[in-house]
């Protein structure tokens, strides 16, 4: 009935056909959409992937690579020590006793550095330890030994036992530029965490050969240090300092703080100096300084406060600078390209130094620079003689006052001396023996005779210059 009536409005059916054709083309319309509808599932997840993809890809920022490189190799140093306790006022200082010591725990970070277990760290975290633990980030323990350390420079080598350790890999701290990326990885608050995994912070070099003067507080210079200002927190002593291709370019070892935290101003020691005091350290027990024979003293500064160089103070007799025609009073403006301001400055270039590296000085008034070799240092290249079975002394000579500054022109320097007979005789390593009873001491064979000629019991007096001074020790002797 509805088709008769359709027909009867629309002559020829057009109006049918029409509306047939376009109920034709709303049913297609509807199963289009119903088809995007059905395919949308389908395709949202691919697009899903493609934009995690993108996102995956730049969340792995050269820094987020640099800290995967390296992390694994950086370990967390637990230490026990022993410290002498100090009286914290009048009343606590009359009853403990003098000398009374205590077992500390103490804490800081390190990096493996070679696959044969060996890991670089900071003096002052394992200084006077009984015990030395390192932890890795898998959470296996070591047990650590300490293969030697450098107080000047704030560098221990350790070494531990151990299969399939990860090693970080190794840059170099020559060329750095200021404001490229600085990444610092350690175990700030140690033990405080859970778990054993190093902490990232992450900042720009921004600054290099900075010298650092130690507070009243504080002990030791830093000299020739890289600043940063990616924060380094007690604990991560001893970890490394990273560029962004994922090489360590520093040990961190200091931060300049007045709260006890983080402010901005981080320092961390050279690689290329800690890899070099580590290689002197494993392959010779000790580190093989240079030396040649140059003190240096700072010149007088202009009305803002600036100076331009050092004046050469002293010239050891003999010495390579001797050698080389160097001269008290010279001006000093630069030390293998680096210019010196200040006496701290010569002394980082020399600390970066080994006996047969050449120095290369740019002196006032004159065009061309002046190259020498450097020496070893001359009381490590000394003959030794051994007194008292467990005493070594060193024949003083004018390289040797200029070396380690001793006031007198004869003794004998005591290089060694064990802790047994350093308690009984009340003597120190780099004191200098000058008299004994009324008999000088010329040298260390001499003071070898003068003790071997001894005879009989009594009281004996020892004179002895220290750090510039004198002093006087009495022991009983039997023999």
Not at 92 to 109: C, D, K, V
Not at 454 to 460: F, I, K, N, S, Y
């Amino acid at each position: 009935m509805v088709a008769a009536w359709l027909g009867a409005c629309a002559p020829d059916g057009g109006a049918v056909a029409g509306t047939a054709q376009a109920a034709e083309a709303e049913s297609g319309s509807v199963s289009s959409l119903a088809a995007q509808e059905l395919q949308a599932p389908t395709a949202a997840p691919k697009q899903a992937q493609v934009a995690s993809s993108s996102v995956d890809a730049s969340r792995r920022t050269a820094i987020v690579q640099a800290a995967n490189r390296v992390a694994p190799a950086v370990v967390n140093v637990s230490v026990i020590s022993r410290e002498t306790v100090q009286p914290r006022g009048m009343w606590e200082s009359l009853f403990l006793q003098p000398g009374r010591q205590r077992r500390a725990a103490g804490f800081g970070s390190g990096v493996i550095v070679r696959p044969d277990g060996i890991i670089l760290t900071n003096d002052h975290v394992v200084r006077n330890a009984d015990k030395i633990k390192v932890t890795l980030p898998d959470g296996r323990d070591f047990d650590a030994q300490l293969v030697g350390s450098d107080q000047v420079a704030d560098i221990a080598v350790l070494r531990i036992d151990g299969q399939n350790l990860p090693v970080a890999p190794l840059g170099t701290s020559e060329g750095l530029m200021i404001g490229e990326w600085a990444v610092a990885i350690g175990n700030p608050f140690a033990n405080y965490f859970s778990d054993a995994e190093p902490t990232v912070t992450a900042g720009v070099v921004s600054a290099v050969d900075r010298n650092i003067v130690p507070s009243s507080d504080e002990e030791g210079f830093y000299l020739g240090m890289i600043q940063t200002d990616a924060s380094i927190n007690p604990g991560n002593s001893g970890g490394p300092l990273v560029n962004a291709l994922g090489q360590v370019i520093g040990i961190n070892a200091s931060i300049f703080t007045r709260s006890g935290g983080s402010e901005g101003m981080g320092f961390a020691i050279p690689i290329d100096r800690a890899l070099r005091i580590a290689d002197d350290l494993v392959d010779h027990g000790e580190v093989r300084r240079a030396w040649v024979g140059l003190d240096v003293e700072p010149v007088e500064a202009d009305e803002w406060g600036r100076t331009r160089g050092v004046r050469v103070a002293r010239v050891a007799p003999g010495s390579p600078a001797d050698q080389a025609a160097i001269e008290v009073g010279d001006r000093l403006l630069r030390a293998n390209g680096r210019a010196l301001a200040a006496p701290l400055d010569f002394e980082a270039v020399l600390l970066d130094m080994r006996a047969g590296d050449t120095l290369s000085l740019d002196i006032d008034g004159q065009s061309r620079p002046v190259r020498m070799t450097a020496a070893g240092l001359p009381s490590v290249r000394a003959e030794r003689v051994t007194v008292l079975q467990d005493m070594q002394l060193i024949t003083v000579t004018p390289q040797i006052r200029a070396e380690r500054g001793i006031v007198n022109e004869e003794g004998a320097l005591i290089a060694s001396i064990s802790d047994g007979l350093s308690a009984q005789l009340g003597l120190q390593a780099g004191d200098v023996l000058i008299q004994v009873n009324r008999t000088r001491v010329t040298s260390a064979e001499d003071a070898k005779r003068i003790f071997e000629g001894l005879r009989g019991q009594g009281a004996v007096r020892i004179y002895v210059e220290r750090n510039g001074g004198y002093i006087a020790r009495d022991l009983y002797w039997r023999r």
